[in-house]
């Protein structure tokens, strides 16, 4: 046994077998309509985002309304410029996005899912950059149900001795 098989290649030829091709993956092709936009929904919670992204100076609105107006909180401002500082295009996009349901924070969520999949789709090579910070993948928490028998959840009612 002086031929020793150190790969699956030189295991085909023993074997007679041709090598299979390499696959490549093909590269992603933007995604953009008529107008120019990119469109994405994105979700958190009860929260359904229908986002659309175009170039622009950076302007953005929520259900018809200016982002400091829909979203008071200088937190959930934050959280909607998050994606545009990590794929760093700030100021370079304008979105307009209809958003329902959940609360003002799964909402504000629910918008930065959908601006961080439109860019992706817009731009396939911000891809890279927005995965890597966990925006393009869509939080799948959601609130326990009640059950039948407790207060909430889970919450008990409270036990009383006599």
Avoid: C
Wanted: net charge positive; hydrophobic share 40%; proline share 4%.
């Amino acid at each position: 046994m002086s031929d020793q098989i150190t790969s699956l290649e030189d295991l085909g030829a023993v074997a007679g077998i041709e090598a299979a091709p390499e696959v490549v993956a093909a590269p992603r092709e933007p995604v953009r309509d008529e107008l120019g936009r990119s469109y994405a929904t994105g979700k958190r919670k009860d929260a359904v985002a229908r986002v659309w992204i175009k170039p622009g100076s950076g302007k953005v609105i929520v259900n018809g309304k200016d982002q400091d107006k829909y979203f008071a909180r200088p937190v959930l401002q934050l959280i909607l410029r998050q994606p545009f500082q990590v794929a760093g295009v700030e100021g370079e996009f304008d979105v307009m996005a209809t958003v329902k349901g959940g609360g003002l924070t799964g909402q504000a969520g629910a918008v930065k899912h959908g601006i961080s999949k439109a860019l992706q789709l817009y731009n396939p090579e911000l891809r890279a950059a927005l995965k890597a910070a966990g925006f393009l993948t869509r939080d799948s928490r959601v609130v326990e149900r009640k059950k039948f028998g407790k207060r909430k959840a889970r919450r008990s009612f409270q036990f009383s001795k006599r």
